[in-house]
């Protein structure tokens, strides 16, 4: 009750950046879906905010009426610039995916499980008989980089400090920070797609990238578009899998009858990994432009008008997942929208699917029983991205 009387101002003055989500996240999203299916935000140009399943697997799945041309930002930034293919709409949006997809399928994925296992292994061996760890820093913030820019992106190595810092502060540092941060990384990718294109062709995506697709008009797409298609790829698969590794270890961390059965029952590691992805989800809500008149529910919208595709609130939907609270390795269908749906759903949901496990069965191989820290709790950061930043862990250690 107490909870409905502080979250009912959130059904008309919706705030994505409102604190409330950094410290009471799932209280807020279990209200949002029973208690206000439809927000409204009066921040910038306003928005309406979608909060069931349904609702929003409709309006995700209908690109013709519901463009992602204007941006995936509710708030975006002064000088934001555009990612891609993110921020388009089929069929432009459809060449890049046709040619981004091979890379990104579940068998193209599969053969870096090798590598993802020793770079998370010998990261755990680090602070293994320490007895305790900050896990965000020494293990979620690294993993997902190591594999992304010496397998998918290669840049050289010496690079990946600075990379790795000014993606953190786009991604979630103060708003005034953000758009030079972005800058940084936009140069940097652009310099690296430079020199690439320099070089013979090594039959990567970076190639794919350099090779480009037609634009909506038929013609070769510009230089830039091919930055933004880098700059998506990066800012797309890396904060989010954080965040999402974080979940696992927490969850695990709370719950010893979860760690035993996942030791002992590693057949349902597939189920906690969909789990995790669904009651962590790590993109929150991403936004949409009307371009026709159009219901949805009781609400009536019209060319012009934004809106928000809560996926976070979706994905914890009582009417398609029983107890959506409970992290349920038992479930015989995980049905949720974190990694989005329709046209837009995330390119590197596999290789997403393939660190989270690795992270787990790697953690429980070496620390098969840990603890959150007496006296600690996890610290988030929330807006659009939601992300843990920081995870104070313990167990014992073998004399
Ligand atoms: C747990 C990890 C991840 C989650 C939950 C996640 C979630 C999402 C979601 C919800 C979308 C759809 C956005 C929309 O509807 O507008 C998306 C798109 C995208 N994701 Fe992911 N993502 C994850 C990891 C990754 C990884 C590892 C990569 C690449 C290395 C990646 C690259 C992308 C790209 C490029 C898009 C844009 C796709 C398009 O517009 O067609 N993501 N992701």
Redesign the pocket.
Known sequence: MKNSDEFNRLHTQFDIDDPVFAERFEAVMDHLVAQCPVAHSDRGAGYTVFNRYQDVRRC?QDWRTFS?ADG?MLNPPEGNIKIL??DLDPPY?SHW?RVLNPF?SAEAVAPLEAAARQYAGALITRFAARGQCEYVADFAAQL?GLI?FRH?LPVPVADLPTLFADIDVYSFGDMAARTPAFGRVYTYLQHFLEDRATQPPRGDLVDVILAGVENEVGEPCSWADKVHVAL??VF??LA??TH?MSGAILALAQAPALRRMLREEPATLPTAVEET?RLY???VA?GRSVRADVVVGAITLKPGDRIA?N?AAASRDPDVCSNPQDFDVHRHEVVHT???VG???????H??RLE?RIAIEEFLRQIPEFELEPDTQPLYESGQLRTMKDLRLRWRTSP
């Not at 046209?343 to 949901?349: F, N, S």
Request: net charge negative; aromatic share 10%.
């Open positions: 995700a992602s995936w293919p993110e949006h995916r990104f997902p992304l998918i998506d790829v797309g698969g989010t899998t999402a992805v989800a790590p993109v991403v595709l996926y974190a990694f989005g046209p837009h759903r995330c390119l590197g949901e290789l997403a989270i």
